[in-house]
């Protein structure tokens, strides 16, 4: 991400300031030790770098024919382009939030609470040998 | 299950078992954390995703500290924790035994759980085995869990590397999975060393690939469950459904101050008691026992003559009737007041071991049986004389034989006294007059 990039170059701004806090030859250095460099949690993408699709639908296990991934790619890429448009704010003075919500916790107690129609729960399942759900034998997790 | 429409709300006591078990292991918390998705398909993962925490977890940077068996050598050790994070169940796979479906049952999906990972600061299997011992040692103090491996409560993954000496890049890892007790993770660690070793002294250290083993109990080895090639992108971002979460100094605060003492402060403290490392390990490694040991101590009784009757008699009692501390009928008070009364001398301490098997298997007080039984000790010289001329006079020949020489027929006089006053005459009063008598020096 662009600014980011800029806070991890730079340690320390430079304003020279004419204010009454020095004179204009003793510019003053600005230093930001506020700084978190945080690992990424995911990949992420400069707005440069177009989508590998075929990757992508390989691990959201959903088939893309050839043409699919001509058309898609480009939309997807768009996508990607217009939420670039977060990389032009300037995050200087900005501490990282961790979260976008601001309620406060929403918890629950330690107490089991029974469900009612455990019967609609088991008849959803379209392959039930009791009491287990039958599945196909996959040894590979991805 | 996966059902649309439904959301996860957070569980609060997880967040309180967190916190107590990153500040056991000595961890730094993290005040604000947040939860991820962590996203693959299995069948045991209705939503094919499962909520994690990446990279904020509750707690980081900790360690633990314990002391190996001496069967095995005994040492402190040190291990240091990466991090302890919460995280959800997923539910559990069965494979079929003609292998061409699989069985899930969902019972657990969803459940809060804590992960924790350590450095990989091991070096032998017993080490490892050690730790996982400890952890469960640890939450069975903190009360947050019982760890028992055998009911899936505690479960261990393992990972092993080994690298030729002085070289300080570790080597390629093999995770191992299936490690269902103890036992299993010392065996296949050592295993896995020694067949990752097999392969560099031959020559093929590249045959050592990043990859999932199974630990096979009945062949006692490992063997390939699939190779990873490459890591899994799990594609991690931050789980909206889920709040952070906000710890403030005052619940961290009222935690730590309800905190037990916690094992490894136990041990130290008994051997501050002067108790050997074997009496330390034992008394301290079982909950219970250390309570029962300190209850006995708070009630009076001498630290080594407690340790002596719990680590011995009790102890082979508890293994004769597959009984636990907890379910012993004798109370550490009693323990307490039998150890005193043998040390005062007002029983003997072979009567005390006789009232001791009553006392464990029914009950009572040593009060109470000392006096019901009339158990108190004859330690008054003449009343013992008295006895001990009895039993002279009862016995001409055998005196004959002994003053002819026979000097072992002290025994039997001995014996014969012990039996008149009901097994309650001082045995060292005894023998010290019956000489005296036996050699005609009264």
Not at chain 1, 98 to 112: F, Q, S
Not at chain 2, 281 to 291: P, S
Not at chain 2, 308 to 313: A, F, K, L, P, Q
């Amino acid at each position: 991400m662009g600014s980011r990039a800029l806070l991890m170059l730079t340690n320390f701004n430079f304003k020279a300031t004419v204010s009454s806090f020095g004179s204009a030859s003793n510019p003053f250095f600005l230093i930001k030790n506020n700084l978190r460099i945080r690992n990424f949690s995911t990949k992420t993408r400069s707005s440069l770098q177009p989508p590998d699709l075929p990757g992508l639908a390989e691990t959201a296990r959903i088939s893309l024919a050839p043409n699919e991934v001509e058309e898609f790619a480009p939309k997807i890429g768009q996508v990607i382009d217009w939420f670039g448009q977060l990389q032009a704010v300037d995050l200087d003075n900005v501490e990282p939030a961790i979260r976008a919500d601001t309620e406060g916790d929403n918890l629950r107690e330690d107490v089991p609470q029974t469900f009612e129609n455990k019967e609609a729960l088991i008849a959803s399942v379209p392959s039930y040998e009791e009491p287990y759900i039958k599945v196909p034998k996959v040894l590979n997790k991805e | 299950m996966g059902l649309p429409g439904a959301l996860p709300v957070l569980n609060s006591k997880v967040i309180e078992f967190a916190v107590k078990l990153g500040l056991a292991l000595n961890c730094k918390l993290s005040l604000n954390s947040k939860f991820d998705r962590k996203q693959y398909f299995y069948p045991d993962l209705p939503k094919g995703y499962q909520i994690s925490q990446f990279d904020i977890p509750i707690a980081t940077g900790g360690y633990v500290d314990l002391d190996l068996p001496l069967e095995f050598g005994g040492g402190h050790r040190k291990f240091g924790i990466t991090r302890v994070h919460i995280e959800e169940d997923a539910g559990k796979l069965l494979h079929s035994g003609n292998g061409d479906y699989s069985q899930v049952d969902l019972n657990r999906a969803g459940v809060p759980l804590l992960e924790i990972v350590s450095e990989p600061d091991m070096r032998t299997g017993i080490e490892a085995a050690e730790y996982a011992a400890e952890l469960q040692r640890v939450v069975r103090y903190l009360g947050i869990s019982n760890g028992n491996m055998q009911e899936g409560s505690l479960r261990c993954d393992v990972n092993v590397s080994i690298r030729p000496v002085g070289q300080s890049e570790f080597g390629t890892k093999v995770e191992i999975k299936n490690l269902n007790s103890f036992s299993s993770i010392n065996r296949a660690i050592d295993f896995e060393i020694s067949r990752q070793a097999l392969l560099h002294s031959q020559g093929q250290s590249d045959q050592i690939v990043q990859e999932t083993r199974l630990w096979e109990e009945g062949a006692q080895k490992t063997v390939t469950m699939r190779k990873k090639e490459g890591l899994s992108d799990y594609r991690y971002f931050p789980e909206p459904d889920l709040p952070e979460v906000i710890l403030t100094p005052e619940y961290v605060d009222s935690i730590s101050n309800s905190l037990p003492e916690l094992p490894e402060a136990k041990r130290r403290r008994y051997e501050k008691m002067g108790l050997s490392m074997q009496d330390v390990l034992f008394l301290a490694n079982d909950m219970n026992v250390a309570e029962y040991f300190d209850a006995t101590l708070s009630s009076g009784a001498d630290i080594k003559l407690a340790a002596n009757w719990i680590m011995g008699d009790i102890a082979a009692y508890m293994k004769n009737e597959k009984l636990s501390i907890n379910d012993i009928k004798l109370t550490p008070q009693e323990l307490a007041e039998l150890i005193a009364s043998i040390k005062s001398g007002t029983i003997s301490g072979k009567i005390g071991k006789e009232i001791l098997s009553e006392l464990l298997a029914k009950g009572g007080t040593v009060k109470g049986l000392i006096e019901e039984k009339d158990l108190i000790q004859i330690a008054d010289p003449v009343e013992i004389g008295k006895m001990i001329d009895k039993v002279i006079s009862e016995n001409p020949k055998q005196l004959e034989q002994y003053r002819g020489g026979k000097t072992k027929l002290q025994g039997f006089f001995a014996g014969q006294v012990m039996k008149l006053s009901k097994g309650k005459a001082n045995p060292g009063l005894l023998n010290k007059i019956l000489l005296e008598k036996l050699n005609g020096q009264s």
